[in-house]
């Protein structure tokens, strides 16, 4: 078990990168706490996957350092990190029986049979595949094949943090929710560092205790899943985790007013706009908006029923705002006014949050 | 239910069915016509029954040629595949290298068959050829036309060297194929490099090497152009394999009944060991 930093970290793939694209990685500094349960949620291609092989060690980062618990581990190989890296396509060794397979890590360095076939039982007790032991491991099904890796990396006693690479890809969909159930339940067991690497919100929203939410080879928050909903840094969060994501709209603020066309909207933060600001966004999360006597007038463009809820899209001007409606909720079919919860309507600099009083 | 019957569709096969008779039945049927026929010329044939097989089943000189077949194919398979193996692993997986690593590797098999048995008598020929004159001016006394060991050694140097690229090719696409994960994964695992092959490179490319085996069985069975250009089946017999026995019997003595039998035989023998061959993979496979 480790507490990880990466300071200062940059890659790049190419050689000699010069522009800000060159970099699949901008400049990050991270803290993972030791035996806490991360996710690394982002688009494809955001640089996931590259941050994770950097601290696994499979890539070199171009700049910067990984540290695990104070010790310097840049230049070590994978095997001297003492880590395990669960994939996103099963990997196991297809000529080797479930207990070898297990066994392999082991084995490989030198503990006891003993000992091996010890921690091994143990392993499957816990993976429920004792019953398998014995087979193939090329016979089982895929999600039977990923717990397989999982187990190959829980199996060391050393690991210092595991880490899964979207894992979740080639499980069928009624058994995803039992795996992952079953890793949080492994994560509370064994309490190790876990970091979960996913393009899936729901995924990472119910494994992490933190989300570190990335883009474009940048860090662009790092939070609990309730921060990421009720406290979005960036649009892009808000777009992104949330379903309908946050309703952005373009806006203007004069003297710690903020304007949609000519209609004042009260928000958290207008006070703290600094004058002269541009590229100015209102941002709502569809849940924090409602009908209201008196507010933004808007028609109502459509209603899709989705069960517990109704998603109303209205439109103002041209600009869409969604939100969200309980079942017994009346929708007007004129005249509609829209309300924004004052605290959880907040400004938005070129995608930033404008820092407010209240604080990030 | 009411199933469309449209006999017009027969017409469709026809063309199949003719290509296939003309290169493959009919004149496989000839042979079994003559395998079970006498004749004493002016094409006039007699019912002989089994009588050829018995003769050439019993006859000590094609117990000899298949000893040599079998001697010929074992050792070039000995060599090639895992010589193939061993050059498939230095390759490199990426860059700029590979498209010219892939060249220079199929190089071999583009030259003609003939070309290649040419080039190789000369290159072996004692007095003037590169390889012969060499050898000899170290200090081996290296004739492959008098000595049955010297030809013996060039035939199979000369297999090797045309042969061992196509065991090297499929071996690389075998390799090529395995995604990268499953070396990180062996890196995390700690995996010396023996175990990395042993248990992933190894398993990865059983199927690609499964299919080079039996190309390269099949093929040294079949071994005639270069073998004729090089040693043309001597000094003696000595090299002498079963094609160019059967050659010998069919277009040299003109014995169609004998040379008949024998190419059913010799068919069967590929045939049968091929598909023992496979059976025994493939059941590995399934368990």
């Known amino acids: 078990m480790a507490k990880i930093n990466l300071n200062g970290l940059r890659h790049a793939y190419g050689a000699n990168p010069q522009a800000d694209a060159d970099w699949a990685l901008k400049r990050l500094d991270v803290e993972w706490q030791d035996g806490g349960a991360y996710a690394l949620l982002g688009p494809s291609g955001c640089g996931k996957t590259t941050l994770l092989n950097i601290i696994s060690g499979l890539i070199r980062p171009t700049e910067g350092r990984v540290v695990f618990d104070g010790e310097d581990v840049t230049d070590l190989a994978p095997d001297d990190r003492h880590i395990a890296q669960v994939f996103q396509f099963p990997v196991v060794y297809d000529t080797m029986t479930v207990y070898d397979n297990l066994a392999f890590p082991l084995r490989n360095r030198g503990v006891s049979e003993d000992v091996v076939d010890q921690r091994v039982r143990a392993m499957a007790d816990m993976l429920d595949l004792s019953s398998t032991l014995s087979r193939r491991a090329s016979g089982l099904t895929a999600d039977g094949k990923q717990k397989i890796s999982l187990g190959r990396g829980l199996v060391r006693e050393d690991v210092n943090v595991i880490m899964f690479d979207e894992p979740l890809t080639v499980i069928d969909p009624h058994l995803k929710w039992q795996l992952r159930s079953k890793l949080k339940e492994l994560h509370q067991r064994v309490r190790a560092t876990m970091i979960y690497v996913t393009h899936d919100q729901t995924e990472a929203l119910t494994f992490a205790d933190k989300v570190v939410v990335m883009k474009d080879g940048q860090v662009v928050q790092v939070g609990t899943p309730i921060d990421l909903f009720e406290r979005p840094q960036h649009t892009f969060v808000g777009h992104f985790i949330g379903s309908p994501g946050m309703n952005v709209v373009p806006c203007a603020v004069d003297n710690g007013e903020a304007r949609i066309g000519d209609r004042v909207v009260s928000t958290e933060n207008a006070g703290a706009v600094p004058t002269g600001a541009t590229g100015l966004e209102i941002g709502v999360r569809p849940e924090f908006v409602s009908f209201a006597e008196d507010g933004l007038p808007v028609s109502v463009t459509k209603v899709t029923d989705i069960g517990r809820f109704r998603i109303v899209d209205t439109s103002f001007e041209g600009r869409s705002i969604k939100l969200l409606a309980n079942e017994g909720t009346p929708i007007p079919s004129e005249n509609a006014h829209l309300a924004f919860r004052q605290d959880k309507t907040r400004i938005y600099e070129n995608g930033w949050i404008v820092a407010s009083e209240a604080g990030a | ?287």
């Open chain 2, 1 to 287: 239910m009411n199933k469309t019957v449209n006999q017009k569709a027969w017409f469709f096969v026809l063309p199949v069915v003719a290509l296939v008779a003309f290169n493959a039945i009919i004149p496989l049927m000839t042979v079994v016509n003559y395998s079970v026929q006498e004749t004493f010329g002016d094409n006039v044939f007699f019912w002989s029954g089994v009588m050829w097989f018995e003769q050439v089943l019993t006859s000590s000189r094609f117990h000899e040629a298949l000893g040599r077949q079998l001697f010929f194919t074992f050792t070039i398979l000995i060599i090639e595949v895992p010589l193939g193996v061993l050059i498939a692993l230095t390759m490199p997986r990426k860059g700029p290298w590979v498209p010219v690593c892939l060249v220079l590797m199929a190089l071999p098999l583009l030259i003609p068959w003939n070309v290649v048995g040419a080039m190789w008598n000369i290159f072996a020929l004692p007095d003037i050829g590169l390889m012969g004159r060499f050898l000899n001016e170290i200090g081996f006394d290296y004739n492959f036309t008098r000595q049955p060991e010297d030809a013996w050694f060039t035939l199979i140097l000369m297999d090797v060297w045309h042969w061992t690229s196509l065991v090297v090719l499929l071996a690389y696409a075998g390799l090529v194929s395995i995604p990268d994960a499953y070396y990180q994964a062996a890196k995390i695992d700690g995996a010396r490099p023996w175990a990395i092959f042993r248990y992933i490179q190894l398993p990865k490319m059983k199927r690609v090497l499964t299919i080079a085996i039996l190309l390269r069985f099949m093929d040294s069975f079949n071994v005639y152009t270069e073998l004729s250009v090089l040693t043309g089946g001597g000094p003696g017999n000595s090299t002498t394999l079963l094609s160019i026995d059967l050659v010998k019997i069919a277009l040299g003595q003109f014995d169609l009944g004998p040379a008949a039998a024998m190419s059913l035989i010799y068919f069967l023998i590929i045939l049968l060991l091929s598909w023992v061959f496979y059976s025994l993979m493939m059941r590995n496979e399934e368990q």
